[in-house]
C-alpha cells in the first residue's frame, strides 16, 4: 500500500525527532507538531491520513486533543500514545474514536505495526466509501443497460432534468436508444403519471401531421365528420414525443414553433385557441446542424428545441456495454421463447466485441433474438451469429500481409503464391489448385504463364544443357 502523510504531535523534541526518523524510514510523509492549537491548526490545513498524537500536551489535559480533532473532522484517522501505566485513558480514547493506542516508551516495531495496521483500516474505509458512492450514482434509467461513462453521463442529464419542462433533443444514429430514452425521461419526471404521446414524423404522410398533432374541428375537410383532438391535446400534462423531427417540412416546423412558444395551439377549420401544457421531448438521427445549412431545417425552431440536448453514442463507441446487453436481450429471448440459454461462447463474444454495429443496439438485439431461436446448445456459439458479425477473416488478415509502403507487384504475388502452393502440394497440380481456389486448367495456364517448373526438373535440364555449353 502507498505510505501515505502522518502528522506526529508530541512535546518532547526528541520523542517528535525519533518517531519522524522511523516513520521516514518507511517512506511516510511526517509533519510535526508540538501543541494541540499547531495540531489544530495543521489539521484543518493540511491532507493528514493519520495523526500520532501524545495525550499529554501543555495546552489540553486528558482527551481534549482528541476531541478538537474530532472537532475538525469526525471522521480523522487518530492513534494515541499515553504514558506507561494509563490504560484507561487508552480505552477511553477507543471509545471516543481513536483507531489504536500506542504506550511509551514507544517500540520502533510496535510503532510501524500500529501505523500499519491503520492505514489499511484507512484504505478500507476508503474503498467501503468509493463504493457507496459509486452505488448512489450510478443508477440505472429504468431498463436502459449503459454502464459507460457516457451513459452515465446520460442517467445523470436524465435525473437532473427530471422536474423541469424543457424541451430536449436527443440525437444519435439510427438502433441508439432514442426512443428508449424518451420515455425514460418522461417516467423519470413529475409528468410519469400523464400521458406520453409519440408521432413519427418520418413515417406519417406530411397531410396528416398537421391534423394528428393539432386535431381538427367538425367539418375542416372533406372527411372531418366530428371534430378530433390532435397529440397535443391529447399529451396534455405529459410528454409529446416527436421522432425524427428532422423529417418535418418547413410548414409544419413553422407551426409546431408557434405552438411551443405561445405554449397554444389551434386545431385545424378552428378559431379558438387551447393552451397546451406539453413537455416535448424530440429525436433525430439527422445532423440538424447541416439540415440547417441547406435550408431544410429552420434554425430558430433548432434552438426552441436544443434547450436540453443528447447526443446517444453509438454502439461501437461503448464496447464495454456489450457484455451486458447481451446477457439482458439472452434473458429476453429465453422469457419469449422459454429457451434457457445460459450466454455466449468465448468465440461468439470476440465476434460481438469486434463488429462495429452499424444498426447499434437494435441490431444487437435482433442478433440475440435469432441465436436464441437458433441455437441448439446450451450457450450461442459463433456459428449461430448472422453472417454479417460472424465473416470469416479475409485471406490477407490469414496470411499476415502487410503492403509496404512501395508496394507489391500483383503479378509477382501471384507467382510466388503460386509457386508456394505448388511446393506445399509436392508439385501435384490438382491438390495445389484446390487450396487456390482455382480448377486444375486455370493453374495449369498460370503455371505456364509465369514459368513455374519444378526446381529438380530445371536443375536436370541444366544438367543436360550444361556439356553442350562446354
Ligand atoms: N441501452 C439500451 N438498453 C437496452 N435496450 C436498448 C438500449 N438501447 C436501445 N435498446 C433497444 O434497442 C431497440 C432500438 O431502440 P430505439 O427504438 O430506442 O432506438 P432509436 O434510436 O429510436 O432508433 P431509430 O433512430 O432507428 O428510431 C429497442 O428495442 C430498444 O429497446
Ligand atoms: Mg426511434
Redesign the pocket.
Known sequence: MKPGNILVVDDEQSQREIMALILRSEKYEVDLASTAKETVNKFQNGEYDLVLTDLKLPDTEGLGILQQIFRSNPLACVIIMTAHGSIDSAVEAMKQGALDYLTKPLDREELLIAVKRAFEKISLVKENNRLRQQLQEKFHVS????DHPR?QEIFAVVKKISNSTATVLIS??????????ARAIHFNSARKSKPFQAINCAAIPETLIESELFGYEKGAFTGAANRRIGLFEAADGGTLFL??VGDLNLHLQGKLLRALQEKKIRRLGGSDETVIDVRVIA?T?KRLDQEIKKDQFREDLYYRLNVISIQ?PPLRERGT?IPT?VS?FIQKYNRNTGKQIGGVSREAMRKFLEYSWPG???QL?SSIERAVLLCEEDVIGAGDLPPEICRLPSPLNVLGLELPPEGVSLEDLERELIYKAMEQSDWIIMKAAKLLGLTYKTLQYRLEKHGIKRPDLIASNEAIKTPEKV
Open positions: 431498463n436502459i443497460i449503459g451513459m444519435g444514429e439510427s438502433g441508439t436508444g432514442k426512443e428508449l430514452l421522432d425524427e429525436a438521427n446517444m456495454d446487453l439482458h447499434n443496439v437494435r438485439e
